[in-house]
């Protein structure tokens, strides 16, 4: 069975750190570009970070640019992003997602796998 798994979210503080997993079971992650997308209480999924199968290129959404950092480990078939300086506006669930090609990675409509997400709360 065909299986992305997040893990790591949890309560902060803004200002602080989480680092999210991506892991995958039943396929071969090192031949897919890899996303985070979140999704924030009343609002629409919005893609955070894509990496390419390699590794070898990246890319940033805005709003998180300079805080958050993907990166993947293709031998533990796993995808990370850690999350610095987090916000209270960074409060969503964070999915992950895998394509096959790094340039369907801008949208949630370009994915073929997705996770069931990861809570993350940034609050005092």
């Known amino acids: 069975q065909l299986q992305l798994v997040e893990s790591g979210g949890g309560l902060v503080q803004p200002g602080g750190s989480l680092r999210l997993s991506c892991a995958a079971s039943?396929?071969?992650?090192?031949?897919?570009?890899v996303g985070w997308f979140r999704q924030a209480p009343g609002k629409e999924r919005e893609g955070v970070s894509c990496?390419?199968?390699?590794?070898?290129?990246?890319s940033y959404a805005d709003s998180v640019k300079g805080r958050f950092t993907i990166s993947r480990d293709n031998a533990k078939n796993t995808v990370y992003l850690q999350m610095n300086s987090l916000k209270p506006e960074d409060t969503a669930v964070y999915y992950c997602?895998?394509?096959?090609?790094?340039?369907?990675?801008?949208?949630?409509?370009?994915?073929?796998?997705w996770g069931k997400g990861a809570l993350v709360t940034v609050s005092s």
């Open positions: 997602a895998a394509t096959s090609l790094f340039r369907l990675c801008v949208s949630q409509y370009g994915m073929d796998y």
């Open positions: 039943g396929f071969t992650l090192r031949y897919y570009a």
């Open positions: 990496i390419e199968s390699s590794g070898g290129s990246t």
